[in-house]
């Protein structure tokens, strides 16, 4: 699996990243959401034990291992310009276009 983002995109999810490091997951919450799943993009401090990396540059993107199916080869990630939210899609679909960014990393106490 490819993910594929321009230069927009990564520079927005990299300011949103600061300098606290950490990795992008491309992940379907299905928690508390009475759905089938929202598709969410999370920033977190490492990969779970289940989770693969799919690339490491421009930033290290990973997927959990049983939802690796529900992806295409190829999926492009594209920042809105005036919301805080992205858009997923592959060239034989579109995912979503209201896809957040979540950071779920740990804060320094």
């Known amino acids: 699996m490819e993910v594929r983002m321009n230069a927009f995109t990564t520079e927005k999810i990299k300011q949103t990243m600061g300098d606290k490091g950490g ?31 799919v690339q490491d540059e421009p930033l290290a993107i990973f997927i959990d291992r049983q939802q690796a199916p529900l992806f295409d080869d190829i ?14 899609a592959s060239d034989d679909s579109v995912f979503s276009t209201n896809v957040p960014l979540r950071d779920l990393r740990k804060q320094a106490v």
Do not use: H, S, T, W
Request: with cysteine; aromatic share 12%.
């Open 23 to 53: 990795i992008i997951k491309l992940f379907y919450d299905a928690e508390d959401c009475g759905c089938n799943g929202v598709l969410v993009l999370q920033v977190l401090d490492q990969p779970y034990p289940a989770d693969i990396r």
């Open 75 to 88: 999926m492009n990630v594209e920042a809105d310009p005036v919301f805080p939210v992205y858009k997923v």
